[in-house]
Antibody, heavy 123, light 108 residues
Framework: EVQLVESGGGLVQPGGSLRLSCAASGFTFSSYWMHWVRQAPGKGLVWVSRINSDGSSTSYADSVKGRFTISRDNAKNTLYLQMNSLRAEDTAVYYC????????????????WGQGTLVTVSS | SYELTQPPSVSVSPGQTARITCSGDALPKQYAYWYQQKPGQAPVLVIYKDSERPSGIPERFSGSSSGTTVTLTISGVQAEDEADYYC???????????FGTGTKVTVL
């Protein structure tokens, strides 16, 4: 069974840092691109960042570029999001999601999601 | 930055058909995906590659594409379909992913 479990959320002051983790199991983690998606309280989904299967290529939303860093450790089956210079507007539930692929190599979108971890940026 | 636009809300009676649109300039070039999210839960993929349905998703969910608009159709709506729905795609270069603004489907 595919499982994605986020951790590392919590309360942090503006300007502070936090590192989120996403532990993956039930699939060959090193074969899949992974993403972070966030959702502010009562608001919609916002894509944050993605990383390719071997970690050599990353991409970020404009709102977090230069402040957040996505990485992965395929030996530990774990995805990370290092968040620096945090702002009040970064307050959200952060989800990790797997970018699925069919057996024919067709991109499936985000086929598995974790339950999310809440990050609150406040003084 | 690139945006995908959805109507804020759609209301439908049980057994009727709900249609949710998603508009974006890059949609003729990039596939669209649809997600259902119920309160307090993580999103669930219901459509991929514009119109394909993942295993386990009921046949009443379908997708279509025409120009700069993609549409999620829920035929024979059931009470359990009441949820928020989001489209998702990428910008024209494929560099950044993006979600639509979201549509709340209310079953009357």
């Amino acid at each position: 069974e595919v499982q994605l479990v986020e951790s590392g959320g919590g309360l942090v002051q503006p300007g502070g840092s936090l590192r989120l983790s996403c532990a993956a199991s039930g699939f060959t983690f090193s074969s899949y691109w992974m993403h972070w998606v966030r959702q502010a309280p009562g608001k919609g989904l916002v894509w944050v960042s993605r990383i390719n299967s071997d970690g050599s290529s990353t991409s970020y939303a404009d709102s977090v570029k230069g402040r957040f860093t996505i990485s992965r450790d395929n030996a530990k089956n774990t995805l990370y999001l290092q968040m620096n210079s945090l702002r009040a507007e970064d307050t959200a539930v952060y989800y990790c999601a797997r970018a699925g692929v069919t057996i024919f190599g067709v991109a499936m979108g985000f086929d598995y999601w974790g339950q999310g971890t809440l990050v609150t940026v406040s003084s | 930055s690139y945006e995908l636009t959805q109507p804020p809300s759609v209301s439908v009676s049980p057994g009727q058909t709900a249609r949710i649109t998603c508009s974006g300039d890059a949609l003729p070039k990039q596939y669209a995906y649809w997600y259902q999210q119920k309160p307090g839960q993580a999103p669930v993929l219901v459509i991929y590659k514009d119109s394909e349905r993942p295993s386990g998703i009921p046949e009443r969910f379908s997708g279509s594409s025409s120009g700069t608009t993609v549409t999620l159709t829920i035929s024979g709506v059931q009470a359990e379909d009441e949820a928020d729905y989001y489209c998702q795609s990428a910008d024209s270069s494929g560099t950044q992913d993006v979600f639509g603004t979201g549509t709340k489907v209310t079953v009357l």
